[in-house]
């Protein structure tokens, strides 16, 4: 059976796990300090804050950019649920706009339409870890005092117009997700990396119930230190035992991206010119991590869509739907009901993520392609 994916966890991991484990710190506090600084420095941030995962970063971001009832927030509907239920916390309202097709990002010529005087955000998605258009979007909300929240959930060690995602040249608040799906994964776990220092304290405060002094100050103190609680927070920490794996996990990344690349090109080849398989190319101006290896069955609908993907599970194949489009779920409907963004149904529709991970074997990408080319249905 070929999986989906598959995290690459190995000795080193392991041995900074037990390491973590015997020093008695297990839950937020060197080891994420240590990590946050790590991954700063490797995506070119003054500062990053580890969080429980990328739906508490994104929700962190939101109220950190004071975001509340009656407010409006900017979203794409073609995105896992979690880019825009942290909307919905906050008591905000989600709009949605449809996506560009060719690149399933946002589409940057929407944009000013959906704007309105209740504006205060835009969540834009890095979606499969091909950064979206960033300088056109941009352009989009100038002036028009909407924050621009980058959700990076699936993008780590993307580059976007030779900068990395997260150093925040086009948004203050980019947050990454450490889940096992992800391009590196502490488990769960997520970052939050901003420009500013006052938001950096802020976000501190609010993963850690608006506790004025964390546990590792008051741990070093010579003196009896007694907290305040100044502001509400969550509690939305990251464990030392996460950040010990995300630590290890940064060490590979070169590693595991160039297998990726090397994963995604492979496939690229044998599938080109397969009839009506449509194959998604790395942007003119972007690195891509290759988080997820779509193609897309075109005009197949979901119908042949799921035929396909019970063919190539009988050959012990697996592989996942596209990208969702969340305003078709329940819980949108039930709030907004039914609302219509073609370009993301359709693309929901017609999406299939192949395996790709890094221990996949060249042998099993061979029999990827010879099963997908078999089975595509005829356009
Ligand atoms: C995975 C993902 C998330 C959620 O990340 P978690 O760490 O699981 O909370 C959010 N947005 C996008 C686009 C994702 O792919």
Not at 133 to 141: E, N, P, R
Not at 144 to 164: F, H, L, M, N, W
Not at 206 to 212: E, P, V
Not at 246 to 272: F, N, T
Request: glycine share 8%.
């Amino acid at each position: 059976m070929i999986p989906v994916a598959k995290p690459e966890l190995g000795e080193e991991e392991i041995a900074l796990v037990a390491e973590t484990i015997r020093s008695g710190w297990i839950t937020q506090g060197p080891r994420v300090a240590e990590f946050e600084k790590a991954f700063a420095g490797r995506v070119g941030a003054a500062h990053a804050v580890a969080v429980s995962n990328c739906t508490t970063a994104l929700h962190l971001a939101l109220v950190a950019s004071g975001i509340g009832p009656g407010d409006e927030v900017i979203a794409p509907p073609h995105s896992f649920i979690a880019t825009a239920n942290p909307i919905l916390y906050c008591g905000a309202r989600p709009v949605f706009v449809d996506i560009d097709p060719e690149t399933l990002n946002m589409d940057p010529r929407l944009i000013p339409a959906a704007i309105t005087g209740r504006t205060k955000a835009i969540i834009v998605v890095d979606q499969v870890g091909r950064p979206a258009d960033m300088a056109a979007i941009s352009a989009a909300v100038r002036g028009r005092g909407v924050t621009i929240i980058e959700d990076a959930a699936c993008a780590t060690g993307s580059v976007y117009r030779g900068k990395p995602v997260g150093d925040n040249t086009y948004s203050p608040l980019v947050c990454f997700s450490f889940h096992p799906r992800k391009v590196i994964s502490t488990g769960d776990g997520g970052m939050i990396t901003t420009p500013d220092a006052d938001l950096a304290a802020r976000l501190r405060l609010l993963r850690q119930q608006g506790m004025s002094v964390n546990d590792l100050e008051r741990h070093q103190s010579k003196t009896v230190v007694s907290e305040i609680y100044p502001i509400l927070g969550y509690n939305y920490r990251l464990t030392d035992v996460q950040a010990a794996i995300g630590l290890c996990q940064l060490r590979r990344l070169d590693a595991i991206l160039a297998r990726r690349r090397a994963i995604a090109a492979h496939y690229d080849r044998m599938l080109a010119g397969t009839p009506g398989v449509r194959l998604f190319a790395e942007p003119a101006d972007c690195r891509w991590n290759q988080q997820t290896y779509l193609i897309r069955l075109e005009g197949s609908g979901a119908a042949r869509r799921d035929t396909f993907m019970q063919r190539l599970l009988e050959e012990g194949i697996a592989t996942r739907r596209g990208i969702m489009s969340i305003h078709r779920e329940a819980s949108y409907v039930e709030r907004f009901g039914p609302q219509s963004f073609p370009q993301s149904e359709r693309a929901s529709d017609e999406c299939v993520c192949l395996p790709l991970y890094t221990q996949m074997a060249d042998a099993d990408i061979d029999r990827v392609s010879a099963a997908v080319r078999r089975h595509a249905p005829r356009p």
